[in-house]
């Protein structure tokens, strides 16, 4: 049986290497992808992708529902991260924001939305984790 393992942040190098690494088991990769740089990378390793900002409600839920379509959830790998490449006096509120966002809230809405999916199957795993 192919498992389904969705990853948010797909065109990280931690989801990429996740996807080579476990490209030989059986696995199909869904995953949510802020720009489409590198999308035909993905599509060649024959990976669902989903063009989405992680930090987006609505698109969250049109990721899972997406990878739903194809059958359970058996996993989920959250490997969106950012950070401010300057110290904090010489940050404004709007990139101290931006932050929080990309790390945290991104975090909240993939637990929160494929939690749910998850808990509705009755199983799945979920994985948190960034190069931060």
Do not use: W
Request: proline fraction near 2%; glycine fraction near 6%.
């Amino acid at each position: 049986m192919v498992k389904s393992i969705a990853i948010v942040g797909g065109s990280s190098d931690i989801a990429k290497s996740t996807i080579s690494s476990m490209s030989a088991d059986n696995y199909k990769f869904h995953v949510l992808v802020r720009d489409d740089s590198h999308t035909d990378e993905l599509l060649a390793k024959g990976v669902s992708v989903v063009l989405g900002d992680a930090t987006s409600e609505e698109d969250i839920k049109n990721f899972i529902s997406r990878v739903k379509e194809s059958g359970e959830i058996s996993a989920i790998l959250h490997c969106v991260g950012s950070f401010a490449v300057r110290p904090p006096h010489a940050m404004n509120k709007e990139a101290f924001e931006t932050v929080i966002s990309t790390n945290l809230t991104s975090a909240f809405l993939t637990l929160s939305i494929a939690g749910k999916a998850m808990l509705s199957q009755g199983h799945g795993r979920m994985v948190f984790m960034s190069s931060v």
